[in-house]
C-alpha cells in the first residue's frame, strides 16, 4: 500500500468542518494533441471540451488512465477505481501502487511525450505545489471547482485538494502492554525499537506529516519543523525508532507494532487486521495535531487527455467523495455536501474521533520551506 506521500497546504475551513459533523490511440506528442484528445488536451474545463457527454465519449475512445502510487487500500482507491471503469468502459492502469508523491514526480518528469506517462497524480502538497512551478500539470477546472475553498485549491486550477485526515498512532494492542496516545509517551523506555513511519519523511507524506505533528508537540510551529527532526533524532538515539517501513504486512508480522499514519489509513486497518488476530487501536494524539490533505492534478501532457479530465470529475462528484469517505477519508467537498444533502451521513458517522477546536494548517509557503527543512534535516539527524 501506497504510504509515501506529503500533504498540501491550508484546509482551515474544510477539515473544521468536516470535524464537525485506454489504448494510446497513436499519442505521442510531448503536448497530448493526439486525434482522439486533441479537444481535450488544451480543455480547461469539461465545457470547453464539448461538455461532459463529448468527454466521456472521448475517454472511452482513449479507453484507458495511466495512474501511479493508487493501492487500492489507500482511501478506498480498490472500489473507487472499479466504480470507474464499470460506470465509463475506461481501463485504469496503475503502475506502482506503493509509489512516493517523489517517485510519481520522477516518473511524469522523465516520460513527457511517451505514451507510459502518467495521465494523473494524486500527491502531497508540497508536491503539487512544485510541480506546478515546474510546469508539469495541466489548467483544468472541475465542474465542482467553485466549491472547493480558496485555499484548498491552485488559483489557476492545476491542482486541487481531495481528501485528507490527522496524524495519528497506530498500535498492536496484543504486543504493546499500554497504548501511547501522545508524542510524549513514545519517548517511553517500553517502546523501544517498535515506533516506525511509513516511509522516509522527505519523500513519505505521511512520515513528512508527522514530522510536523512532532513539532506542533514539542514547541514547534509551522514556521519551524525542526523540533520534529530533533524528536525523531532523540526516539532513534534512545532506541524507540524502528527504520522498518510500517505497512499492514509488517504490522501483523508484529515488526512495527506502533505506526505513525494518517488517521484514514490506520483506521482502515482496523477491520482488516482483525480478521488476521490483530487488535489495532488508534489514537490522534492531543498534543501534536496536524491534519492535511493530497493534491489531485493531471499532468500537461497526458497521453490519454479525455479520460484524465473525465477521472477528475469523477472524483470531485458526490459518488466520488462519498467513495473517499467510505474509506475512513474527509473529502475536500464535505462541508458543502452536507449543506446540499449529498454526502453520506452514515459512512461520516463512522469517522474517526477529531479533536476538540477548530483545526489550522499551513500555507503553501509554510509546507515549501518545511519540506527543505526535512530534506536537509533527516539525514542528518536520523540517518534514514
Not at 516511509?199 to 513519505?204: A, I, L, Q, V, Y
Not at 514530522?211 to 519543523?225: P, T
Not at 452514515?346 to 527543512?373: C, H, I, N, R, Y
Request: aromatic share 8%.
Amino acid at each position: 500500500m501506497r504510504l509515501h506521500r506529503v500533504p498540501p497546504a491550508g484546509l482551515v475551513c474544510v477539515l473544521a468542518a468536516a470535524a464537525l459533523g485506454l489504448s494510446a490511440c497513436g499519442l505521442t506528442s510531448a503536448d497530448g494533441t493526439g486525434d482522439s484528445g486533441s479537444k481535450a488536451a488544451t480543455a480547461i474545463s469539461a465545457q470547453e471540451a464539448g461538455g461532459l457527454d463529448a468527454l466521456v465519449a472521448a475517454a472511452k475512445k482513449e479507453g484507458k488512465l495511466n495512474a501511479i502510487a493508487l493501492p487500492r487500500d489507500w482511501a478506498n482507491y480498490g472500489e473507487i477505481i472499479d466504480t470507474f471503469e464499470k460506470k465509463y468502459g475506461v481501463k485504469v492502469e496503475v503502475e506502482n501502487p506503493d509509489a512516493s508523491s517523489q517517485d510519481e514526480i520522477a516518473a511524469v518528469t522523465s516520460r513527457k511525450g511517451q505514451d507510459r506517462s502518467p495521465d494523473v497524480i494524486d500527491v502531497g502538497s508540497a508536491f503539487a505545489i512544485s510541480a506546478a512551478q515546474q510546469n508539469l500539470l495541466a489548467q483544468y477546472r472541475v465542474s465542482a471547482f467553485d466549491q472547493i475553498p480558496k485555499e484548498q485549491k491552485d488559483a489557476q486550477a492545476r491542482w486541487y485538494n481531495d481528501f485528507g485526515g490527522y496524524v495519528s498512532i497506530g498500535c498492536d494492542a496484543a504486543r504493546v502492554k499500554k497504548c501511547p496516545k501522545t508524542f510524549a509517551d513514545l519517548l517511553d523506555p517500553q517502546y523501544r525499537g517498535q515506533i516506525a513511519l511509513t516511509g522516509n519523511p522527505t519523500k513519505s507524506g505521511s512520515a513528512f506529516g508527522a514530522v510536523y505533528a512532532a513539532a506542533l508537540a514539542n514547541k514547534g510551529s509551522f514556521d519551524d519543523i525542526k523540533p520534529g527532526l530533533d524528536f525523531f533524532a532523540r526516539l532513534k538515539n534512545s532506541g524507540n525508532f524502528n527504520p522498518v517501513e510500517s505497512t499492514p504486512a509488517t504490522i501483523q508480522k508484529g515488526e512495527t507494532p506502533i505506526s505513525i499514519n494518517w488517521d484514514y489509513l490506520n483506521a482502515g486497518y482496523v477491520d482488516e487486521l482483525r480478521a488476521k488476530g490483530v487488535d489495532w487501536k488508534v489514537s490522534v494524539p492531543a498534543d501534536g495535531v496536524y491534519a492535511q490533505y493530497y493534491s489531485q492534478a493531471i499532468v500537461k501532457w497526458a497521453p490519454h487527455p479525455a479520460a484524465a479530465r473525465l477521472w477528475q470529475e469523477f472524483l470531485y462528484s458526490p459518488e466520488g467523495q462519498n467513495l473517499w469517505l467510505k474509506g475512513h477519508a474527509r473529502p475536500v467537498l464535505m462541508p458543502s455536501m452536507q449543506k446540499a444533502g449529498t454526502l453520506d451521513t452514515t459512512v461520516a458517522a463512522k469517522l474517526p474521533q477529531a479533536p476538540d477546536g477548530k483545526t489550522a494548517f499551513p500555507t503553501e509557503g509554510q509546507v515549501s520551506k518545511a519540506k527543505q527543512d526535512v530534506v536537509q534535516g533527516w539525514g542528518r539527524g536520523v540517518g534514514e
